[in-house]
């Protein structure tokens, strides 16, 4: 059974849970980031069910960190090594069926379309929007499904969770509960890359790799529309998430 993947408006259930003031308040200074993870990943047992209470804004967002950033950048990497081979393949005239193929399985005509719909946006953007969605990785739906997106579930046969409890006269909305962390950013992926709301957004992706110009396309990904495109950029901005966009 064919199912579609839905993100819950943000207004509606909750999940843009984040603090202006958490979101830019000033943390201890970063010397080395990724040493510090390393470091961490020895000492700290952060795990994404428990989350410790009374934390700091800036252990928060180490935690946050320590999570997600290797699930990202693993999937991100992922999709852009398939990316490439295909790319390399349309312009060596190679491998023609797996071309057509893919075509097929994305319902897309073009070689450009089709590599619109494989070249993923870069880890900055998917941590921004984590991080928002999750306040931090501390949502309920983080911590009991890691749903790190709110992304809704119409199959009553897979693993998922109510958002909440059912009110008089109103339908339970569910979220899908996935295995972990890794599979909740793949899963996403997959939504932005075939999600007819997201079109305009593949399309920019594909001619540029500059982040702020690749949010502006992200109005429809909420309710709130240009304010989500702002938070978002200021989100990146301060936290300079573009760091994680440059893999060793």
């Known amino acids: 059974m064919k199912y579609l993947f839905l993100l819950i408006p943000v207004s509606i259930f909750g ?40 934390m700091s804004v800036a252990t928060k967002k ?21 990316y490439l081979s295909v790319l390399d393949d349309m312009e060596n005239s190679k491998n023609l069926k797996k071309i057509n193929d893919l075509k097929t399985k994305h319902n897309v005509q073009s070689d450009e379309e089709l590599l619109a719909v494989l070249k993923p ?19 309920r739906f983080f911590t009991e499904a890691n749903n790190i997106f ?8 897979e693993p998922r969770i109510a958002a909440g409890e059912a009110r008089e006269n109103e339908r339970i909305i569910w979220l899908r509960k996935f295995g972990s962390i890794e599979e909740s950013v793949r899963e996403y992926y997959k939504l932005m890359a075939r999600g007819h709301a ?10 540029t790799d500059d982040v702020f110009e690749i949010i502006q396309k ?27 966009d440059i893999q060793e």
């Open 15 to 54: 999940l843009y849970f984040f603090s202006t003031a958490e979101f830019f308040e000033e943390e201890e200074p970063e010397k080395n980031i990724k040493e510090k993870l390393m470091s961490n990943s020895q000492t700290m047992k952060y795990v994404p069910d428990e989350v410790p209470e009374n």
């Open 198 to 207: 997201y079109e305009e957004f593949r399309e920019i992706r594909l001619k």
């Open 121 to 139: 946006h870069p880890p900055s953007i998917v941590l921004a929007q984590a991080a928002m969605e999750s306040a931090w990785a501390t949502s």
């Open 62 to 82: 180490e935690r946050f960190y320590h999570l997600l950033v290797p699930a990202v950048q693993k999937v991100h990497s992922e999709w852009m090594t398939r």
């Open 150 to 157: 709110g992304m809704w579930s119409v199959n009553p046969d």
């Open 218 to 244: 992200l109005d429809r990904y909420s309710e709130i529309g240009d304010k989500y495109i702002q938070e978002l950029g200021s989100m990146i901005k301060f936290n300079k998430l573009t760091k994680y």
